[in-house]
């Protein structure tokens, strides 16, 4: 089966450069339903049994969009093992204030997470958000075990690099080093062998948003 990975929309947030992480809300842009919509029309046609969404309203309402703009009446199933990971005191905060006041943990987080201890700021570490990422997705698998089986899930950008690439086999050291992932981008991953291996189909692509990528544009 396949497992399609969409990053929600750009927010607010994002372009103001803030963490948002697990509690964090912040609006979609209004440019992100025009993204959402060539997103749409890109996997349209594309048979899915269902949509999983982080409850977090950005990645909620991204997921609820792209059904409708695709014209489909798949169900959208909220779970909160794809939520961001929870940055503590971070929420909210400018990545340039957290750079300052954390430089040392701000800079594993993003280049050396096997470095990363977010205990200071009370925030969630690597090894409890991956754990809760792979348990919806061995649910997932055992759910839809069919081969044209495809499941599509709206999460955010750092929580869905650290979980794709564990289910890659990637060790958390190494989690970063191909880059992070775009507002609105697509992943797919496959499985012949009821997930436990994962091929990669696609890597944060972004063709189909016709644009120029920003470094805000990616995390």
Known sequence: MQLYFVRHGKTKWNLEGRYQGGSGNSPLLPESYEDIKKL??????TKFRAFYASPLQRALTTAVMLRNDMGI??????DDRLKEFNLGDLEGMKFVDAESQYPDQIKAFRYSPER???????GEDFEHMIKRGKSLISDIVKRYPNKDDKVLLVSHGAALCALIRT???YDVADIRKRGGLTNT????????NQGKTFNEIAWNETSYLDRKITSRDTI
């Open 167 to 169: 289910l890659e086999g």
């Open 73 to 78: 009446t798949v169900p959208v199933i909220v």
């Open 40 to 45: 749409a029309e890109y996997l349209k046609g």
């Open 116 to 122: 990363y201890d977010p205990s200071t700021f009370h």
């Open 185 to 192: 981008s697509l992943t797919i991953l496959d499985t012949e």
